[in-house]
């Protein structure tokens, strides 16, 4: 899953970058308000961590401009222990959750589980699809009942198929979730990842819809 963190102090940044990327997660650091929008405009995350006190542009203002714009990013805002006032208007603006500084990095990457669960309308953190089991927080698959051994693109690209059982996926999309700005992507990635998926779970799950990308059915 891709996240957005907006950061402008390095040291923290970069404890964050690299507790989320432990996590699972891939991340794209920006470090201003101006430079947040920027990114948010090629809508290529599925999650934003937005620090409100910001150069160039507050991270109020940011999060304000996204929500009028219609996008329902899931938003997570990190705020100065005495800045309740922010708090308040950073969850009445549309940020889903927030966190006060400092925090424990285990307690963030389990913050932005809880909002994928319900932003995904499920309460078990665990994600079922017939005999396949998804643990987003532990990145581990379950296949009747054993353990698969996966890489961790190919776990991202199968919770990406399962969180959107029923619509096909392009391959760009896909791509998109599994690389950061500025990394080398292999025109056939996305399709050897597919073929390790099936070829370990079996070679039903993942539908090949032809010119679009892929699709997991919705099971029944
Ligand atoms: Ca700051």
Do not use: C
Not at 8 to 25: M, N, P, T
Not at 182 to 193: A, D, I, M, P, R
């Amino acid at each position: 899953m891709r996240v957005l963190l907006v950061e402008d102090d390095e040291l923290l940044g970069s404890a964050i970058q690299a507790g989320l990327v432990q996590a699972g997660y891939d991340v794209d650091w920006v470090r201003d308000g101006i430079a947040a929008d920027q990114a948010l405009a090629l809508e290529g995350h599925e999650l934003l961590v937005l620090d409100l006190g910001l150069p160039r542009k507050d991270g109020l203002t940011v999060l304000r401009a996204l929500r009028q714009r219609g996008s329902d990013l899931p938003v997570l805002i990190l705020t100065a222990r005495d800045a309740i006032e922010d708090r308040v208007r950073g969850l009445d603006l549309g940020a889903d959750d927030y966190l006060v500084k400092p925090f424990d990095l285990d307690e963030l990457s389990a913050r932005l589980r809880a909002i994928g669960r319900r932003r995904a309308g499920r309460a078990s953190p665990l994600i079922r699809h017939g005999a396949l089991t998804l643990d987003p927080a532990a990145r581990s698959v379950t296949f009747e009942g054993e353990e698969v051994s996966l890489h961790p693109k190919e776990i991202a690209i199968l919770e990406a198929l399962l969180e959107s059982r029923g619509r096909a996926l392009t391959r760009e999309r896909l791509e998109q979730l599994l690389y950061g700005w500025g990394e080398g992507v292999e025109s056939n990635t996305v399709e050897v990842h597919v073929h390790h998926l099936r070829k370990k779970l079996g070679k039903e799950l993942i539908r090949t819809i032809r010119g679009v990308g892929y699709m997991i059915p919705r099971e029944g």
